[in-house]
């Protein structure tokens, strides 16, 4: 859960901002999007498209600089791997910047939550903007992203963050979730007929996500699960712990387990709602998400 346990101190420290040798970088794609964040005297070196893509889904929702969403979108698919290290296609590494040269670290710490979270946006964007051109010219790379997905998921319908790992973590299976959610109505949008394979991988992971994250004892999620053994979660411990409860509210697995939804929200807006501009952008991203979500159910 690398990308779980450093995502405070990355925006904390810096945000991420990309340029490449042929772009200047006011032009390039992120930029636009993560200035809007950015403080005087943050590092400029580093590229994480998780962040970014939190940073974009604000923007979307606010219905501010959709043709810079667009852009970061574009960038997106033009980064994705034919093959990557651990022999996946679809999933996306992060950059640095090495003498005004972007570069690939050859890396990424959960390849589910990546696609998830992406396929989630994409999603958002098309239904904010009605954008159906993105889709037909790059639907390919779209499918690519959404095999990530397949390719993690195990036997009990859940998805590792990484390949050669054992361990699941709630926040990625919920956004595992949520991108399959996406994907299955962006095919629905470019008049695509249903999926029935895909259908049925999605249906298995949020049982699966209801059966094994699910800690009746405490009334709340179990954070992570490695070797079938759960990191049983806390609701005065902030992070992971009370933030991953969120994830499965807001990316629609409770939908139809209202009093368990709201249950959850309550015991989280309670105890950290008052101090919630004390914590990192992204955590408040997807805090003001999830009321929103409490608010008015997405679509």
Known sequence: MIKKQVLALILANSLCLICTASIALAEHPAIAIVKIYAHEGDDLNSINPYIITILALNEVRHARHLDEVRRFILWYFSKINRSDYHGLSGTIYDYIIENGTE???????????Y???FLHLLHQYVRKTNDIEILRLHWKEIESIARVILA?????????????????YLMDNCEAFGGMTGYTELRKRIGKRDSAYFNKARNALKKGI???FYDP????????????????????????????????????????????????WVEFSGRYEASID??????????????????????
């Open 103 to 113: 570069r690939s670290t050859d890396q990424y710490d959960s390849a589910d939550g």
């Open 278 to 299: 004390d914590y990192p952008i992204e955590q408040r991203i997807i805090f003001q998400l999830t009321k929103s979500t409490m608010e008015t159910p997405p679509q």
């Open 217 to 264: 004892k405490n009334a709340l999620f179990f954070w992570a699960l490695e070797g079938g053994v759960p990191s049983v979660s806390e609701w005065n411990l902030f992070y992971p712990d009370a933030f991953a409860q969120l994830f499965p509210v807001y990316f629609g697995i409770l939908a139809d387990k209202p009093l368990m939804k709201q249950r959850l």
């Open 152 to 168: 993690l998921q195990d036997q009990k319908g859940l998805t590792k963050a990484l390949p050669d790992r054992p361990q699941k």
């Open 210 to 212: 209801l059966a094994y």
């Open 115 to 117: 696609a998830g979270l």
